[in-house]
């Protein structure tokens, strides 16, 4: 059964800053894997999508990597603003996705 | 394009009472699926269909929980009795392939007395 595990848990910043938020999984048997943004209280909100034959996917301030191999995925946002807050979830698919727990960001002016 | 559509956006009902979420996915898109999402928690997949048939439904409590997907376009998801921890937000995503990308729904907020 797929175990997807994200660090760190919780992440507070000042504005600009480069961050890296980690996604690792125990099985590299997979499809693809997605990175949302959820804000309070609503869906989620697909980022970026990495096929397996993939190593990245870039949009905008966002460039998420792939190392299928070790069963890693980073998601680095550059220059972070304050609309950045939120809680960001990777899904790894495997044919069922499965999703981690989530980093809840949060960066202040 | 529409999105994915999901009711009610809120519910409140009370322990042992009945209630039942409806999505409708994007057009054309074959896979659908239903997550419960805890607070401070990650979604956890209850049940995945592919066209009207199941594709994996081993997290979902058969006793109490079911969901139908009859013409393998909108689907119910149906919980009887309720318990005070089924208190949580439901999940509609769709996919165009069991493989490819996942869109979201809004959520279906249930809060249980």
Not at chain 2, 53 to 62: A, F, H
Request: with cysteine.
């Amino acid at each position: 059964k797929q175990e997807v595990t994200q660090i760190p848990a919780a992440l507070s910043v000042p504005e600009g800053e480069n961050l890296v938020l980690n996604c690792s999984f125990t099985d590299s048997a997979i499809y693809n894997l997605q990175w949302f943004r959820q804000d309070p209280g609503k869906g989620l909100t697909s980022l970026l999508l990495i096929q397996s034959s993939q190593r990245e996917q870039t949009s905008g301030r966002l460039n998420a990597s792939l190392d299928k191999s070790s069963g890693r995925s980073t998601l680095y946002i550059a220059a972070s603003q304050p609309g950045d807050s939120a809680t960001y979830l990777c899904a790894v698919n495997d044919y069922i996705p499965t999703f981690g727990r989530g980093t809840s960001l949060i960066v202040h002016p | 394009e529409a999105g994915v559509a999901q009711s009610p956006r809120y519910k409140i009902i009370e322990k042992r009472q009945s209630v039942a979420f409806w999505c409708n996915p994007i057009s054309g898109h074959a896979t659908l699926y239903w997550y419960q999402q805890i607070l401070g928690q990650g979604p956890k997949l209850l049940i995945q269909f592919q066209n009207n048939g199941v594709v994996d439904d081993s997290q979902l409590p058969k006793d109490r929980f079911s969901a139908e997907r009859l013409k393998g376009v909108d689907s119910t998801l149906k919980i009887q009795p309720a318990k005070l921890e089924d208190s949580a937000v439901y999940l509609c995503a769709s996919s165009l392939e069991v493989t490819g990308e996942l869109f979201f729904g809004e959520g279906s907020r249930l809060t249980v007395l």
